[in-house]
């Protein structure tokens, strides 16, 4: 019988505590919404750009020395490329990331100026996991995926013990509701175990919102057939992990799903009221709540996870044109 690692509470203070020793405490901003001063932890000026250090750092630390030389396989649109080849750069291992060929050319660069070697493919006819599992068989190395794993589900929920911490420090109470964007539901799963008090609410884009749908039916739902288009290339998971969708449906998680014109709404709202850059993943959980799709109140915590834009497309949203 295959033993299966379950993430932990004691595990993501573990990762908090791996965190905390290579990388400052991302700040935590505040800022009041209908007269409720809400607060906004801000992955999006992670060294990266986005949370996803925390899990790539907790899960390639915990690889045995002898098999880091191996090194990695991790696929990623861009946010998970970029923790994975930080960490693997940082402890001298090789990594390798299967991209999407349409990745964001910003997160495409951030990543080989990080040292990784990307493999591409086409995300509409070829299986990211398959074309992953292959290499890392072939290569002797350990495969990190985004979020079905123990250890990246574990670092990802640092950033809610850090930012619990931080609003106790500004006198704002415990976190009370933390609202997360949500793909593959690492990060939202991660805070849920984190914040074990807390109500979670995970928030997708329109039409990639299987995560919304899963805790509804009570049991894992892909998304439908030929989804829509959406500006949140990070979000774009097609089915959600066991792993992830457990730990959200043992907390009662709900799930809400915005628009692009709300995203895009949000992502303004953070440039002019936070001088933030957040790109359309990382600013979904915001668009919620500005779209009155989760109601403000005391002591809710609001991630923005990612802020690596693409230039062009994030100079179009600031203009206004929708």
């Not at 790539?56 to 396989?73: N, S």
């Not at 420090?169 to 609202?179: D, R």
């Not at 991660?190 to 509804?216: C, K, Y």
């Not at 039916?217 to 057939?225: D, F, K, L, M, N």
């Amino acid at each position: 019988m295959t033993f299966i690692r379950q993430p932990t509470r004691a595990g993501v203070r573990d990762a908090t505590a791996k965190i905390a020793a290579v990388v400052p405490v991302s700040p935590l901003l505040t800022c009041e919404i209908n007269g409720i001063k809400i607060a906004f932890k801000c992955e999006c000026v992670q060294p990266v750009g986005a949370f996803k250090l925390r899990g790539a750092w907790h899960r390639l630390t915990a690889i045995d020395p002898e098999q880091r030389r191996k090194g990695v396989v991790a696929f990623s649109s861009g946010n998970h490329a970029q923790g994975v080849a930080w960490a693997a750069k940082r402890l001298g291992m090789p990594a390798v990331i299967v991209m999407p060929a349409d990745a964001p050319v910003s997160k495409r660069d951030g990543t080989l100026a990080l040292g990784a070697e990307i493999v591409s493919y086409d995300r509409a006819t070829e299986s990211r996991e398959s074309i992953a599992a292959q290499l890392a068989a072939a290569r002797g190395a350990v495969l990190v995926p985004s979020f079905d794993d123990p250890w990246v589900i574990e670092g990802q929920g640092s950033a809610g013990i850090e930012a619990a911490a931080q609003m106790d420090a500004l006198g704002l109470g415990p976190v009370v509701h933390a609202v997360v964007p949500c793909g593959g539901g690492g990060l939202a799963a991660g805070i849920a175990l984190g914040l074990p008090d807390a109500a979670i609410t995970v928030v997708e884009p329109a039409g990639w919102d299987d995560m919304r749908r899963s805790l509804e039916a009570g049991w894992i739902e892909p998304v439908e057939p030929n989804p829509p288009p959406t500006a949140c290339d990070a979000l774009q998971t097609i089915r959600v992990s066991p792993l992830t969708f457990d730990v959200l449906a043992r907390r009662d998680a709900r799930g809400v799903a915005v628009s692009e014109a709300e995203i895009r709404t949000a992502q303004r709202w953070a440039a002019e009221r936070l001088r933030l850059v957040v790109e359309p993943g990382g600013a979904v959980a915001l668009a919620a709540l500005l779209a009155g799709k989760v109601a403000p109140h005391a002591g809710m915590l609001v991630v923005l996870s990612g802020g690596n834009v693409d230039r062009l497309a994030y100079g179009r949203v600031l203009a206004g044109a929708d």
